[in-house]
């Protein structure tokens, strides 16, 4: 089935040791997005590519950067990951063109920050 | 200011019984609304959308309406199922693209045998 796949479902790792979170996707959308979610609270977009168009949000920390390499893959690595970087990391896309918002998400990435 | 509010913030309800939930959006110029249900610990699915001119619109045992002059829509879903225990997303969109989407921070409901 076509789909969006983030690895690791689960990442646990030290304060300030560098962190890579995948995503990939069959559905041939050009647009993606990473967002960050802590517990009960709504999604927060990071940053989003329109194709290879990089769109960082004003008030993303620089802690946090994406690389996507091609359509199907998109990376978010966060540099130095501090305590209050603790949270679900969930890959989304969508079809540019077509305004009716649907956003299709991967599992998410839940990172522990010790 | 573009914003969406949910409510109630959560809601526990019996097995069989039915719930509606309520979301509120500033969000200017609207293009629609999505609901989403996100499991614990799993990414969002989309359950239904409403456009401007579209007022009740059914997805299986769940029926979202929107009023888009008062700017309210509503999720009501009937005869619950324990496997509707999830939290349930808001996302309204600005009509300069798909890119500006307005989330709410979501119903927490819990299905109780």
Redesign the interface.
């Given at each position: 089935d076509a789909m969006?796949i983030?690895n690791p479902r689960y990442q646990v790792t030290q304060f300030g040791k560098p962190v890579t979170l995948s995503c990939s996707q069959t559905l041939n959308h050009n647009?993606m997005?990473w967002y960050q979610q802590k517990s009960?609270?709504?999604?927060k977009?990071l940053f989003?590519y329109?194709d290879k168009d990089f769109?960082n949000e004003a008030d993303t920390p620089d802690n946090f950067q994406s690389r996507r390499p091609n359509t199907s893959f998109c990376f978010l690595d966060i540099r130095s990951p501090g305590l209050g970087d603790a949270a679900?990391y969930?890959c989304?896309t969508?079809?540019?063109g077509?305004?009716?918002?649907?956003?299709?998400?991967?599992?998410?990435s839940?990172l522990t920050v010790l | 200011k573009n914003q969406v509010e949910q409510s109630p913030q959560s809601l526990i309800i019996l097995e069989g019984k039915n719930c509606t939930l309520q979301c509120n959006y500033t969000v200017s110029p609207f293009s629609n609304l999505r609901w989403y249900k996100q499991d614990t610990g799993r990414g969002p699915v989309s359950l239904t959308i409403m456009t401007f001119s579209e007022n009740t619109k059914s997805n299986g045992r769940y029926t979202a309406t929107l009023d888009a002059d008062t700017k309210q829509s509503s999720l009501h879903i009937t005869a619950s199922q324990l496997s509707d225990s999830a939290s349930y997303i808001c996302v309204v969109s600005h009509q300069t693209g798909a890119n500006n989407l307005f989330f709410g921070t979501g119903t927490r409901l819990t299905v109780i045998p």
């Open positions: 969006v983030q647009v997005y009960s609270q709504a999604p977009l989003h329109y769109n679900m969930l989304a969508s079809r540019s077509w305004n009716t918002g649907e956003l299709f998400f991967g599992e998410g839940r | -």
